[in-house]
């Protein structure tokens, strides 16, 4: 029976064999019986992480410590609120806080701290405690986006001549890229923060499928 630790864009946090390309945390979620409580967050630093560091082997719900969560790749990370973890990903991290910056105007780099503060504001619902969506132009989203299409969640990626295409997503990879007919605005799970960055030029480490591999 697989863990409840695999992440979707839609920030829920569910039990699915599914392998990804990072790992992350939200702070401490499960208790001694290895199973989530209500809690789907302890701390802001909502953080992903990668899977190998230094080869340390971590049992992922050890008691009392925190847990670790998996996602498919880095735009559903995004998409789910999620930023670079400054200390196994220190390079990632800076390009991340770099392009924050850049795309803000900011002559200085800003603190991890108050990255998570303004993440937070956008991506929960503070009534519902629910993900935060907006809408906008499909053609308006920076690749590594990722919207709900068609009842399901889906990556933005630009396609020849300059259209926005639309990968649906699973936990077996991205759909084919498709430029639906007449679909402009669109729900959009990332939030607004990390649009900026993705627009401001940071890659996100995407799953081969999103290539056709």
Same mark, same amino acid.
């Given at each position: 029976?697989?863990?409840?630790?695999?992440?979707?864009?839609?920030?829920?946090?569910?039990?699915?064999?599914?392998?990804?390309?990072?790992?992350?945390?939200?702070?401490?979620?499960?208790?001694?019986?290895?199973?989530?409580?209500?809690?789907? =967050?302890?701390?802001?630093? =909502?953080?992903?992480?990668?899977?190998?560091?230094?080869?340390?082997?971590?049992?992922?719900?050890?008691?009392?410590?925190?847990?670790?969560?998996?996602?498919?790749?880095?735009?559903?990370?995004?998409?789910?609120?999620?930023?670079?973890?400054?200390?196994?990903?220190?390079?990632?991290?800076?390009?991340?806080?770099?392009?924050?910056?850049?795309?803000?105007?900011?002559?200085?780099?800003?603190?991890?701290?108050?990255?998570?503060?303004?993440?937070?504001?956008?991506?929960?619902?503070?009534?519902?405690?629910?993900?935060?969506?907006?809408?906008?132009?499909?053609?308006?989203?920076?690749?590594?986006?990722?919207?709900?299409?068609?009842?399901?969640?889906?990556?933005?990626?630009?396609?020849?001549?300059?259209?926005?295409?639309?990968?649906? =997503?699973? =936990?077996?990879?991205?759909?084919?890229?498709?430029?639906?007919?007449?679909?402009?605005?669109?729900?959009?799970?990332?939030?607004?923060?990390?649009?900026?960055?993705?627009?401001?030029?940071?890659?996100?480490?995407?799953?081969?499928?999103?290539?056709?591999?």
């Amino acid at each position: 029976m697989p863990l409840q630790n695999r992440v979707l864009p839609t920030q829920e946090i569910v039990a699915e064999s599914g392998r990804g390309l990072l790992m992350g945390n939200r702070g401490t979620l499960h208790g001694p019986d290895r199973r989530l409580g209500t809690t789907r =967050w302890r701390s802001k630093a =909502w953080i992903c992480c990668v899977l190998d560091w230094k080869g340390v082997q971590r049992d992922p719900m050890p008691p009392g410590r925190w847990t670790a969560l998996f996602f498919f790749d880095e735009a559903v990370a995004l998409a789910a609120g999620h930023r670079p973890c400054a200390y196994c990903r220190r390079r990632d991290f800076l390009l991340y806080a770099g392009a924050w910056a850049s795309g803000r105007g900011l002559t200085e780099r800003p603190r991890a701290a108050a990255m998570d503060a303004q993440l937070h504001l956008e991506r929960v619902e503070p009534r519902t405690r629910q993900q935060r969506t907006t809408i906008a132009d499909l053609d308006d989203l920076p690749d590594g986006a990722m919207i709900r299409y068609d009842g399901r969640p889906a990556l933005v990626l630009g396609g020849p001549g300059g259209d926005k295409l639309v990968l649906g =997503w699973s =936990w077996e990879g991205y759909a084919t890229p498709a430029r639906p007919p007449g679909l402009r605005q669109v729900a959009v799970l990332t939030p607004p923060a990390n649009l900026v960055v993705l627009k401001a030029g940071f890659a996100p480490l995407l799953h081969p499928s999103a290539f056709g591999n």
